[in-house]
């Protein structure tokens, strides 16, 4: 008689990987996503997704340095992971930032993901919960202790009066988290969003993003910065609006020459272009609600009556002439000297009178930039200036002002009591190094009425 075949025995224990469904596996990694420290890391979003799709597929196997190198950071399928890091550095903020993630936010999900070091294959696992583990159920916890006495039955007044003070301990939390200052800011946000506000940054892009409105992001003029640095002067706001600039001997040709004047010309730094994808990514972003345009198309009517988002310091934006000098800081440029200074006009304790820039050290060196705020000059919509002493200071505006985890708790000041924005002015100084912003410092920062 041919031989049974009988079914393997399970394992008295599975490993906890296991008993993780695929659809919770996706569930969790989701959440993870749209969690603002996960919202403004593409790269490390794409990294997750990536692995997680891998291990999904059963492919683990082949999740490997390499193999995330070429798939996710476009590396070429011969580049050497021992010279280029890429892969390992990333790695390692992801573990900080899911370790962070299951400590705050989702310190109540019954599944915990990890990526343990030496290896990219995502683990899923059922967190224990010890709470319930300690529990034993009453009749069989202790056979041999002897029955406990009955309590008497709690008087219904009694119960009236705990829930009573249960809703007024409950209350007493709620005014103090809404009515003074919070330093846990993941707290704070959480309540915001549970009122239905949403976190400070989610209120502030609604101000800026109108629905039914077009919100105009304006790049700076890199053929006006020429002609001021071959000027050595400032070009006003009034001859950048009526073009007179244009007419001067240094717009113009050289003789002998047919290119296009170097004052006519537009340019775009490629951070902008990923600014503007970024944006476009914002929920509050609706389709087609974004139009590109160059500072030298905006006249003042613009200013007057449109939602603006406005790249550049002085010498690439001469509008901004007639925006900031309401406010308290000023930044201003000096084409004789290439020389950007920041004037701030009230300062306060531990804050200077002037922050000054000279192009020095183009390698390695100090920066600032400034974050503006305000309503435009018919007060009919609101104005973003994003400045920057150099073109790596506009890039760090930029950075800074889509970073929720950074700008919220200033965010969170210029709140209204109707869940609107104030006019505020935020300024840092940034250290960068060969063009990339390695540090943000916040030097002073103001609310306007």
């Known amino acids: 008689m041919p031989a049974i075949l009988k079914p393997k025995a399970r394992p008295a224990e599975q490993s906890s990987e296991h008993k993780v469904r695929p659809t919770e596996k996706a569930a969790l990694v989701q959440r993870i996503i749209l969690t603002p420290a996960f919202r403004n890391s593409e790269r490390l979003v794409a990294l997750l997704q990536h692995v997680c799709k891998m291990e999904a597929a059963g492919r683990s196997d082949e999740i490997n340095e390499q193999q995330i190198g070429v798939a996710v950071f476009e590396r070429s399928s011969d580049y050497d992971p021992s010279i280029d890091g890429i892969v390992r550095s990333h790695a390692s903020r992801l573990r900080l930032r899911l370790e962070q993630y299951f400590e705050n936010e989702g310190r109540e999900e019954t599944v915990v993901l990890s990526i343990p070091r030496g290896g990219y ?31 008497p039955q709690t008087r219904p007044a009694s119960k009236l009066f705990d829930l009573r003070a249960g809703l007024i301990l409950i209350l007493v939390i709620l005014i103090a988290i809404i009515g003074v200052t919070v330093r846990n ?5 959480r309540v915001m969003i549970q009122m239905g506000l949403g976190s400070p940054s989610d209120i502030f892009w609604r101000s800026m993003f109108v629905p039914g409105r077009i919100t105009s992001l304006v790049t700076g003029d890199a053929g006006v910065n020429m002609f001021e640095n071959m000027a050595k002067r400032q070009v006003s706001a009034e001859e950048y609006n009526d073009r007179t600039w244009l007419n ?16 006519a010309r537009t340019y775009t730094p490629f951070f902008v272009v990923d600014f503007a994808v970024r944006l476009g990514r914002l929920p509050e972003a609706t389709n087609r609600q974004i139009k590109v345009i160059n500072a030298r198309e905006l006249n003042l009517n613009n200013l007057k009556n449109e939602q603006l988002l406005v790249i550049g310091g002085p010498s690439y934006n001469p509008w901004e002439q007639l925006i900031s000098n309401r406010q308290n800081f000023n930044m201003v440029y000096d084409g004789a000297e290439n020389s950007i200074t920041i004037y701030n006009k009230q300062p306060r304790i531990g804050e200077l009178p002037v922050y000054k820039w000279v192009q020095t050290r ?29 073109a790596q200071g506009d890039a760090a505006a930029t950075e800074y002002v889509l970073d929720r985890e950074k700008i919220d708790p200033y965010l969170r000041q210029a709140l209204t009591r109707d869940g609107g924005i104030k006019d505020f002015q935020l300024l ?3 250290t960068f190094i060969a063009g990339g912003n390695i540090d943000y410092k916040v030097l002073g920062f103001r609310v306007y009425p």
């Open 428 to 430: 840092l100084q940034t």
């Open 121 to 151: 294959v995502p683990i899923f696992e059922l967190r224990p919960n010890p709470t319930l583990s300690a529990i034993s159920p009453p009749e069989f916890s202790s056979p041999l202790r002897p029955p406990q006495p009955l309590l």
């Open 185 to 189: 800011t993941s707290l704070a946000t």
């Open 248 to 263: 001067d001997p240094l717009a113009q040709t050289p003789a002998g020459y047919t290119w296009t004047p170097l004052a």
């Open 362 to 390: 183009p390698a390695s060196q100090t920066g600032y930039a400034l974050i503006s705020f305000s309503h435009n000059l018919g007060n009919s919509g609101r104005i973003l200036m994003l400045q920057g002493s150099t």
